[in-house]
Nanobody, 115 residues
């Protein structure tokens, strides 16, 4: 069983930064990939950024140049550094892990960006 616990969300002003963390149960090197998704009120959940077992990453066009995904295998943790935050980044952010063909989700952490 995989458990993912997010932390680091909060209320910030536009232009500020936040760092989200996702603590996984067990070693994260076993995952095919890990990622961050977000869901704003009334909208579908969307991919923010993903990191693969190879270390390669991809991210949504809307966050390129502002958000950086990274991981620390020794700490079994996934991170999302968010800079230059905008009001449209307001959403619940979810950590995700892919293990073989199964997806696992955290409970989410709220990020609110005021203008």
């Amino acid at each position: 069983q995989v458990q993912l616990v997010e932390s680091g969300g909060g209320l910030v002003q536009a232009g500020e930064s936040l760092r989200l963390s996702c603590q996984a149960s067990g070693t994260i090197s076993r995952f095919n990939s890990m990622g961050w998704y977000r869901q704003a009120p009334g909208k579908q959940r969307e991919l923010v950024a993903r990191i693969f077992s190879s270390g390669s990453t991809n991210s949504a066009d809307s966050v390129k140049g502002r958000f950086t995904i990274s991981r620390d295998n020794a700490k079994n943790s996934l991170y999302l550094q968010m800079n230059s935050l905008k009001p449209e980044d307001t959403a619940v952010y979810y950590c995700n892990a892919l293990l073989r063909s199964n997806y696992y989700w955290g409970q989410g952490t709220q990020v609110t960006v005021s203008s």
